[in-house]
């Protein structure tokens, strides 16, 4: 059994599609999303003439992604979780975004589950940046982290309490396990952005909650170290 | 001004309605929410047969309770903000019900807002919580909390900071101000149910978070005084 | 019980939301209609460059407004008896409204049921035209009922039959009794705007249908009456 | 220009349809409406078990039916106007039918306008009874009106004002210069359905109402005679 | 029995409808296909300033044109069989139209299946086309087919496999008891524009693929003939 | 430049996704498709009790698979294209499906287009096959294509016309050039199955219509060798 305080094994396949080169296939265990991030014309209407740019984030799963089969949701009604999964992965991308130094555009980062395992909205976070560093990096070859439109880096990873124990980056069979779980969203210098915490028929006391901020540091800064071997 | 520490004054009214005895009038500050619990034979249909009950929330906003006038949604298609809100109330009640204990029976907690002035989702999640104790004391009148259904009881409050200063209760003004907000729910006995910090376009350190925390802690401890007042 | 030719007890208060000083809580016995007039810019696009305005009404029920509970239809599709009921309320109202000078902008009165016992459209009807008339008065100081975009008042009330006998404003229970049953709008200075009779499962005579009308009218001019004393 | 207390000349054709033989092609004017009744099993859940039967109508217009053409609602989402044209059709046919001697069944009625010049609710609602009628008789070759589930013939027309002229049965030219236009529904034995006066900006007193309905009564007394002559 | 080669009786009136000069009543035997063409100015978003027309067809069937009645589909969501026949239709119509000369104005045809007895896309396909060339004979007298937007004429009909031989113009009878089924539309000028051939739970071979387009081609010249008959 | 009569190269991975070992990953040249088979219990309603078993099939393509980049369509309707080809595709592989040998279950085959560069539902057919044949020899070790649910194998290509000469297994830059093109679907004891041969603003003859269907058949008799060497 993997160590309470140890991530999954990574692999990070960066251009895996060539129809758009800022295309991602990230790998942690058995979750396997591909993030591809699009430069598009324009914000949203409410945005213009305020000379910013917009990033937001679209998220789903294939049918094939889970066992048994995941129903196709085709009824034009984003379920909760889906619409809560996408508006985090958005948040979380724009909080390292300089909004203003994009200039009046957009870009949609499309996270696509192919197979979960569980931390499919952390893993989501964590390649769409890349997807998204990629594509910055494309479109403005002079530009790094911190020197134009991308003012830091972001990862995310999650964490729990099973059986009284804290543990890292929850699969599915964790998840399960869990009783209580937390995700948790940081720059690559440290600072947060989003912590969910959540006790769904239990709760979790100032203890538990100090060790399972200390051990989801410890993973986003190796996370951290990955994304930036790829795109700095 | 209001001292950062401080909650805006609270007004509540059981039995608002005479339709519906476990209806609550929730005012803070300008915040008005009306909260019902209704009682409904039956549990949804993946809970069937397991000798376990449901507590569910429905949470939406008045057209007037905003101005400009909020429009109204008849689309279809539920918000992002919305689902995520009544998905927090219905976990957040559901932490404190045995729901064992309550048998095969559902129980859903409409929270309306008449009026919102920033917190509609704390002032939900603590005004419903009074409503659901209200049925729950109606249809058992031998229970309490502690013997019975109910486990504890359950508040939440929000915290955040705006330009450096740690600020209890957020109201419209401050929230807008705020660079980063967090909304804490907890039981009366002082265990987290869930925690929700967000920057938007911007982050949070270590010390931030320990001092919104602390101030969470002291808000909520006044308002499980108000509903203990109230429904024990 | 009530005298056939009797209205029900009337409470109304005007600036009930902070938020809108044109919103308006109706009470008629037991039925509780919240009304607010709320101003919006433009009209609708087949309006655009005549320089006319726009007045229309929503209506709703809160789940909460009846024992046991409504269900809260977020289908996306209104239900038939809603449509017509927001409909009526707005050709009601817009009777009394000279379109013209009123200007190339809208007016959306918003009629949310609280309590429902019988006469929520009518109530609708009544109480929003105190709304629109508040509304209207804080906008052009100098106009009048007869004077600026308001020609008349209007206000309705239903009849119906019961076991042969003709009653004047129908609670729920005395609705469920009815045979007949028949709304009645009219003007201020006695002129009809809408009448609808219906039959469901029974029809009536000519001699039933000139006493529901001499009943209406009585019920109205009271009506008028609280009206005035309120907005002229 | 046609007398303003006469009908539009009416022609009718029963079985117009091979796969149907309670179709009835009815045309007053150049209004064309396809009314087709259809037997089902089985009545709508909140009726079951209760021993009676259903009826109900389902209204369209075809999109060559108006010039220009009308465009085809795929919305999902019937319009206001449609929804109540079809409630209206339904209730006025069910007036005239005894529900527990139809049993256990439902009766739908189609009314399709295959080309709109005004009245096509009244037309559908006199069309549509014939339907009825000939499917009833079909089913049941020894029942007659009064003695089965038809209780009485069931019949409507529309009647206006028009510059200050009373006037029977408007077409579209005169529904558009009509200040008030009323729908009344009648039976065969001259009783009242339902009654529908409306003024659109406009108002309407007690001596216009007179006139209306005794112009209305002498037009349903002819299409009654028509039904008898097809369906008796 | 109906020999395997010949067509069914075909009857066809043009000017059906007051309300529109190009709809045009289409049956072969029992199936009956109202086909309307109606001018509309401007044309899809895509295809702006290009210089180009567009023609486009709805096609939909009325409930009472079945026996049992086809429910009225008020999904929002067109079925798959609906969206690929009108697909079909509008691809059909528009192989012969030079959208050039058309200029930037769209035709729409509307095309309504009263009653129901088996290939009605292709009658739609073929009474289709005679209201679009009476609708562009009435727009630009001096055109002709080959001289103006119209640059052929278009025919469809349907063949298959039952029992092992090839059968011209499924009625509904036929068509169930087909292994096979195709349908061919043909320019009058004897080019293949569409052909669409199925074996549902079936298969064929070359034989009878060369078979049944023989047959087709004779259907189609002898129904090219009837529709210049009318509109050349 | 590829010969006209030439394949783009075929890669197949069978087995693509941990979660599903019926998933195969089909690419031909860079058109990528994510085929699975998932085995449900019970059928349709309308196939109940009668012994059988069904296989359909489920289309949709990533927004990063096209470049620009293809929106998500979350209006829960399903477009024209979408649903004709998932319907081509379901219709395709029951062809070859001995449905009463299946018993009462379903088959879902769930075709995700990862990269899109023409010829997707043609590769959806033939690799959707693979996945099938996969699934069922996993359930029924000891059945063989023709003996057991599978009765035959099948796949699909598409030929075209391109400036007068036909060519084989369109790429997307062929076929926007292209003035007709065919998909045909075969099965492996080479029989036809659906011939959909179309001319957008385009026409074709019987010559061509013969030399089309020779290339496919060469095409596809070596699809079928790929198919069976890893399926059979």
Do not use: H
């Amino acid at each position: 059994m993997r160590p309470s305080d140890q991530l999954r094994p990574i692999d990070i396949q960066v251009g895996y599609l060539n129809s758009n080169p800022s295309s991602v296939l990230y790998r942690c265990g058995d979750t396997v999303v591909l993030c591809s991030a699009s430069l598009e014309p324009g914000v949203p209407g409410w945005l213009e003439g305020k000379g910013k740019g917009w990033v937001t984030a679209e998220y789903d799963m294939l049918p094939s992604s889970t066992n048994p089969r995941k129903r196709r949701d085709r009824s034009g009604k984003l379920d909760g979780r889906t619409t809560e999964i996408q508006r985090l992965i958005g948040r979380s991308l724009r909080a390292v975004v300089d909004l203003k130094a994009l200039g009046e555009r957009s870009i949609v980062v499309d996270c696509d589950v192919l197979q979960a395992d569980g931390g499919t909205r952390t893993a989501s976070i964590t390649g769409g940046f890349i997807a998204l560093a990629t594509l910055i990096k494309r479109e403005l070859p002079d530009s790094s982290i911190g020197n134009g439109p991308l003012r830091d880096s972001i990862a995310a990873i999650s964490v729990g309490v099973i059986d009284g124990e804290v543990r890292l980056d929850l699969d599915y069979e964790w998840d399960v396990a869990a009783d209580v779980d937390m995700n948790v969203v940081m720059t690559g210098s440290g600072r947060f952005v989003e912590l969910q915490g959540t006790g769904e028929e239990a709760t979790f006391d100032d203890e538990q909650l100090t060790r399972m901020i200390a051990l989801a540091k410890k993973g986003i800064a190796e996370l951290t170290q990955r994304q930036l071997d790829l795109v700095s």
